[in-house]
């Protein structure tokens, strides 16, 4: 039997501070390349984009409106309108509309609402005179001058920030490049999602004691959506060189390595042990459930992400280990975005809440323990909840039942950390919480 006596336990907020920590200067945020604006979407700005000319870059009507000469009201009492019957088009007044450039000779506007033009459109009746000179317009670089940085790099590209850049006259843009992710699945018993299910043919279909590859999905899906270019590795079986093999291959061609084994102890799971050869380990295992036998590692600078478990508790485990790595390769500040809400409902004790409260000696068999490195050391359970306003504008957050990954968790779109140490107290109804939503990225 393998020793996993040593094998370190860290925090979250501690493992991912220690991965963070160890990853080499040159990681990700230098790596830039040029894209068109029309794909720049969900991209992170590299550079300070600046204004190539004057915006406006002439004297600009702000309103639909007709021009007109100041000099023709200045002077007059307040309120009083001159008489425009003898008025000609182009010489005494012209039509001028929104964002277009001012006639020329014309200083100052006012809205069509405040006008009666004739039929013909070249006589009109004005009924309110403009405030003064430059009234309704737009001064040369009242919005920005020529060389301005028009957006700083570091944002994440939304389509509202590309119509500002295409306003600064950019049609393309520099973007950091993005982080190729690999995605290894190991185990003898997977077989590929697209195989028929042959229960007397087990050995050529998916059969009787095999499972088909489902965390291919929720890697690929949430990579991608981050930004990310996914990288898939087959399936590799239970061998420790195997296992060496494509972790090697992977390292080679990727940013980051999503291993699919996380630091479970079986017989046939070698994950840790070939990390352990070839590379640093940051962690073995992680203090909370589910989700407990993630671990981190660096293979040639490469950082490492071992998830394990099926995709409901691998979904939210990528979110805690692997998009912080996304974020630090693009500039992002890694850290976990949360909001306070307040409970409608008890928090209730789970199972993994009951095994850290009770002793060791006392568990049954079938009983994991809520492993902890150190004596007193805290572990965590994670906690689903549904996120909803009150009329009184309170964020409320609802407990949900189900384990992550079945239908009932799935209608929850935040989760938070449970204390669920022996002297822990799980939160109660109207208590305010932390809470992290799912799926989160800008």
């Given at each position: 039997?393998?020793?996993?006596?040593?094998?370190?336990?860290?925090?979250?907020?501690?493992?991912?501070?220690?991965?963070?920590?160890?990853?080499?200067?040159s990681?990700?945020?230098?790596?830039?390349?040029?894209?068109?604006?029309?794909?720049?979407?969900?991209?992170?700005?590299?550079?300070?984009?600046?204004?190539k000319?004057?915006?406006?870059?002439?004297?600009?009507?702000a309103m639909?409106?007709?021009?007109?000469?100041?000099?023709?009201?200045?002077?007059?009492?307040?309120?009083?309108?001159?008489?425009?019957?003898?008025?000609v088009?182009?010489?005494?007044?012209?039509?001028?509309?929104?964002?277009?450039?001012?006639?020329?000779?014309?200083?100052a506007?006012?809205?069509?609402?405040?006008?009666?033009?004739?039929?013909?459109?070249?006589?009109?009746?004005?009924?309110?005179?403009?405030?003064?000179?430059?009234?309704?317009?737009?001064?040369?670089?009242?919005?920005?001058?020529?060389?301005?940085?028009?957006?700083?790099?570091?944002?994440?590209i939304t389509?509202?920030?590309?119509a500002?850049?295409?306003?600064?006259?950019?049609?393309?843009?520099?973007?950091?490049?993005?982080?190729?992710?690999?995605?290894?699945?190991?185990?003898?018993?997977?077989?590929?999602?697209?195989?028929?299910?042959?229960?007397?043919?087990?050995?050529?279909?998916?059969?009787?004691?095999?499972?088909?590859?489902?965390?291919?999905?929720?890697?690929?899906?949430?990579?991608?959506?981050?930004?990310?270019v996914?990288?898939?590795?087959?399936?590799v079986?239970?061998?420790?060189?195997?296992?060496r093999?494509?972790?090697?291959?992977?390292?080679?061609?990727?940013?980051?390595?999503?291993?699919?084994?996380?630091?479970?102890?079986?017989?046939?799971?070698?994950?840790?042990?070939?990390?352990?050869?070839?590379?640093?380990?940051?962690?073995?295992?992680?203090?909370h459930?589910?989700?407990?036998?993630?671990?981190?590692?660096?293979?040639?600078?490469?950082?490492?992400?071992?998830?394990?478990?099926?995709?409901?508790?691998?979904?939210?485990?990528?979110?805690?280990?692997l998009?912080?790595?996304?974020?630090?390769?693009?500039?992002?500040?890694?850290?976990?975005?949360?909001?306070?809400?307040?409970?409608?409902?008890?928090?209730?004790?789970?199972k993994?809440?009951?095994?850290?409260?009770?002793?060791?000696?006392?568990?049954?068999?079938?009983?994991?323990?809520?492993?902890?490195?150190?004596?007193?050391?805290?572990?965590?359970?994670?906690?689903?909840?549904?996120?909803?306003?009150?009329?009184?504008?309170?964020?409320?957050?609802?407990?949900?039942?189900?384990?992550?990954?079945?239908?009932?968790?799935?209608?929850?779109?935040?989760?938070?950390?449970?204390?669920?140490?022996p002297?822990?107290?799980p939160?109660?109804?109207?208590?305010?919480?932390?809470?992290?939503?799912?799926?989160?990225?800008?």
């Open positions: 039997m393998r020793d996993h006596s040593r094998h370190i336990e860290l925090s979250r907020d501690a493992a991912v501070a220690g991965m963070l920590g160890a990853l080499p200067g990681f990700g945020h230098q790596r830039m390349e040029r894209v068109a604006l029309s794909e720049s979407y969900g991209r992170v700005l590299a550079e300070d984009v600046p204004y000319t004057d915006l406006p870059n002439a004297l600009t009507c639909d409106s007709i021009a007109v000469h100041w000099d023709a009201f200045a002077g007059l009492p307040d309120g009083q309108i001159p008489n425009t019957d003898a008025w088009r182009g010489v005494d007044w012209e039509f001028a509309n929104t964002g277009v450039a001012m006639p020329a000779g014309f200083d506007a006012i809205v069509v609402e405040h006008v009666d033009v004739s039929d013909d459109e070249m006589h009109v009746r004005v009924k309110a005179a403009p405030s003064g000179r430059w009234a309704g317009t737009r001064a040369v670089g009242s919005q920005a001058r020529r060389g301005d940085v028009a957006w700083e790099a570091g944002c994440v389509p509202d920030i590309a500002r850049i295409a306003a600064a006259g950019h049609s393309s843009v520099t973007v950091m490049a993005k982080p190729r992710v690999a995605f290894i699945p190991t185990g003898n018993e997977l077989v590929p999602a697209n195989l028929p299910f042959a229960a007397s043919a087990a050995e050529r279909f998916a059969g009787q004691g095999r499972v088909y590859e489902s965390n291919g999905a929720v890697v690929r899906g949430k990579v991608e959506a981050w930004g990310g996914f990288v898939p590795f087959d399936i079986p239970d061998e420790r060189e195997a296992i093999r494509a972790l090697l291959d992977a390292c080679a061609v990727a940013d980051i390595v999503v291993l699919n084994a996380g630091s479970s102890k079986g017989s046939d799971d070698w994950s840790v042990e070939v990390l352990e050869e070839l590379g640093r380990m940051i962690c073995h295992q992680t203090n459930g589910p989700g407990h036998h993630s671990s981190y590692g660096l293979v040639d600078d490469v950082p490492v992400v071992g998830i394990s478990g099926p995709s409901g508790g691998a979904s939210f485990t990528l979110g805690f280990y998009l912080p790595l996304m974020k630090r390769f693009f500039g992002l500040d890694p850290a976990p975005r949360t909001i306070a809400a307040m409970l409608t409902a008890d928090l209730s004790a789970g993994m809440e009951k095994r850290a409260r009770t002793p060791q000696a006392e568990l049954r068999g079938e009983e994991r323990p809520a492993e902890a490195t150190d004596l007193g050391d805290e572990f965590f359970s994670v906690k689903f909840l549904t996120l909803a306003s009150d009329d009184q504008g309170r964020l409320l957050a609802t407990p949900v039942p189900g384990r992550p990954g079945s239908v009932q968790a799935e209608a929850a779109n935040a989760y938070c950390l449970m204390p669920a140490g002297a822990a107290q939160p109660k109804a109207g208590q305010v919480i932390q809470v992290e939503l799912r799926n989160q990225w800008l």
